[in-house]
């Protein structure tokens, strides 16, 4: 199993959104689904950690594949919080409220994104 760019990419993407988490902690906060229990806090440092661990285990080729498929299953996991903000945004300026709105649909070439290097992980 060999490096690709396209598996550091997403190690790296996974990675400055896990950092992102704790330097900019309220701008995540804010978008987290009411519904969940604890604070909005709690779910930001959680999702960060995840991001981080995600990004790690996707960098290591042993556990790339693995790590990769858990990957697309995070980016559907975190849908609902881009939802959440497309809704708060509805009354922001349209080109801030186009660009929110193309965050739920973005999740999808995310997903096989991922799904890829997991498949190219076990060639």
Known sequence: ?????SSDLLAGLLAGAGVA???IPKQFDAIVPRRL???????????????LALAAGIAVPRTRARSATAAAAF???VVPANMKMAADWKDRPAPLRRAVQARVP???????WARKVARDATR
């Open 1 to 5: 199993m060999r490096r690709t760019r």
């Open 21 to 23: 988490h704790f330097l």
């Open 37 to 51: 229990p604890g604070s909005p806090r709690f779910w930001t440092q959680a999702s960060g950690v995840v991001e």
């Open 75 to 77: 980016f559907v996991a």
């Open 106 to 112: 973005l999740q999808i070439p995310l997903v096989l």
